[in-house]
Every structure is written in C-alpha cells, then in structure tokens.
T-cell receptor, first 110, second 113 residues
C-alpha cells in the first residue's frame, strides 16, 4: 500500500533560519504529492503540490521538488518567520485517496 | 478565507444526544470527504462521496451517519457517541478521481461528555 514518512519533530528554529522538512513516500502508480499546513485551531491548508516527477511546487516562499528517483518531496524555505509556526503534513494521493505523513511540528522563535 | 465552510465550529454533546455537523463548499467540486483528527495526529478518512453517492466507508461505526443532500452540502449525523469520539472533524472537497488536491474546512471540534 501507499505510505508517507516525515522527519520526526518537533523542529525549533530562530527567525530567518533555513528550513528543511524531509518527506519520503512509497506508492503504486503515479501519485501527486502535497504539503499541507495546519495552524493552531484551524483546518488543513494546501501549501503546495506537484503532480509528476521533477515538478517543483512553490508557495509563500516554500518549495518542494518531486524526486521520483529518491521517492522524496522535501519541504524547504530559505528564511522562516514566527508566523510559519504550525504543523506540516506531507501527503500523496493515488486513485483519489489521500495518504498523510505523521506531521512535523515547527516552532519559530523571534 | 476557506472555501469549505463547516458549522458549528465547536460542539459539546452528551452520549445520548443527536446532533449534526454541516459542510458546504462552493468550489464546484463533486467529491466530498469526512475526516476525523485526534490531537497531534494526521486526519483519518471516514467517508467519501462522489457525485453525491457514498463511495467509501472506512468501516466507521454506525453511530456516525453521513448524508449528501446535493453537490454542495455534506452532513454528518451523530447519535450515541462515545467519549473516544471527541476529536476535530474535518470536511474536504475535490474534483473526483485522478490525483486532484483536497481542500479542507476549518473543522468542528467535538467534545463528548
């Protein structure tokens, strides 16, 4: 079956630090890959997506590249802000069903 | 602003009560989903509706009863819930089939006394 593995958190950074959250996946077929973000007390927001190998998704300074050879979709941001503090979920969809990673809690300090 | 709207935002109910959660989307999507999310965990799929027909039930107890009155609305009827059912209930929508992204509402936080 499909599965998504994220780096364990929590991750604590200072403002303007570089962020990487690792994500690897196992899937049959040709999945699409996503990063969702969940701010405290809210639902999940789609942060970025990639639908095929070598696609780069980007939004709000975050980027991730669909790497089929390493089955990875790592999330990066060059300079984090306090407002980026949230839980980040890597996910894939195959045949209409969404599979999530366990989530990574990010805390950014001023 | 989210394009998937859920009401109520918070709900407290006793184990003998009957209540309903509501979800509305105006994105023209024809697939809608219910998820349950416990603290510090990813969402777990409960039900999927595609073109207003139930297509997936992930072995959810019968005390949860979904309903899809039309392509924009999704309800979750609750009856005789247990304390372990306390959680955040999320609704999502997408275009059906393929690998389209799902768009989530802000959820209903449910507490069972």
């Amino acid at each position: 079956g499909n599965s998504v593995t994220q780096m364990e958190g929590p991750v604590t950074l200072s403002e303007e630090a570089f962020l990487t959250i690792n994500c690897t996946y196992t899937a049959t077929g040709y999945p699409s890959l996503f990063w969702y973000v969940q701010y405290p007390g809210e639902g999940l927001q789609l942060l970025l997506k990639a639908t095929k190998a070598d696609d780069k998704g980007s939004n709000k300074g975050f980027e991730a590249t669909y790497r089929k050879e390493t089955t990875s979709f790592h999330l990066e941001k060059g300079s984090v802000q306090v407002s980026d503090s949230a839980v980040y979920f890597c996910a894939l969809t195959s045949y209409g069903k969404l599979t999530f990673g366990q989530g990574t809690i990010l805390t950014v300090h001023p | 602003d989210t394009e998937v709207t859920q009401t109520p935002k918070h709900l407290v109910m006793g184990m003998t009560n009957k209540k309903s959660l509501k979800c509305e989307q105006h994105m023209g999507h024809r697939a809608m989903y219910w998820y349950k999310q416990k603290a510090k965990k990813p969402p777990e799929l409960m039900f999927v509706y595609s073109y207003e027909k139930l297509s997936i039930n992930e072995s959810v107890p019968s005390r949860f009863s979904p309903e899809c009155p039309n392509s924009s609305l999704l309800n979750l009827h609750l009856h005789a819930l247990q304390p372990e059912d306390s959680a955040l209930y999320l609704c999502a929508s997408s275009q059906p089939g393929g690998n389209q992204p799902q768009h989530f509402g802000d959820g209903t936080r449910l507490s069972i006394l």
